[in-house]
């Protein structure tokens, strides 16, 4: 089996940073994209940002310039430094992971998701 496993949220004043990270566990052969999601209270899931395997990296307007995506293929772990956070980024954050695994197959798995709070 496969697990995601997302740390570093918290609770952060305005103009701070965070920074979150995802590593995949289990039966890992191999991962293609690794992406990060946000779920803002009352609001839908939504993917903020994306990196391929290559490294390319793809960000929604509203996190680009203040987030970045990057990865450690060796440790199967993807990271989110979020820099000059607002109040609207607060939110559970989500890893979701592309995966070969144990059946040979890619599906994507899911992390259970770290709070991040940015208030004073």
């Known amino acids: 089996q496969v697990q995601l496993v997302e740390s570093g949220g918290g609770l952060v004043q305005p103009g701070g940073s965070l920074r979150l990270s995802c590593v995949a566990s289990?039966?890992?052969?191999?991962?293609?994209?690794m992406n990060w999601y946000r779920q803002a209270p009352g609001k839908q899931r939504e993917l903020i940002a994306r990196?391929?395997?290559?490294?390319?990296?793809d960000y929604v307007d509203s996190v680009k310039g203040r987030f970045t995506i990057s990865r450690d293929n060796a440790k199967n772990t993807v990271y989110l430094q979020m820099n000059s956070l607002k109040s609207e980024d607060t939110g559970a954050y989500y890893c979701?992971?592309?995966?070969?695994?144990?059946?040979?197959?890619?599906?994507?798995?899911w992390g259970q998701g770290t709070q991040v709070t940015v208030s004073s």
């Open positions: 289990g039966t890992v052969f191999s991962i293609n994209d």
């Open positions: 979701n992971a592309d995966i070969r695994d144990y059946t040979s197959r890619f599906r994507y798995y």
């Open positions: 990196i391929e395997s290559d490294g390319t990296t």
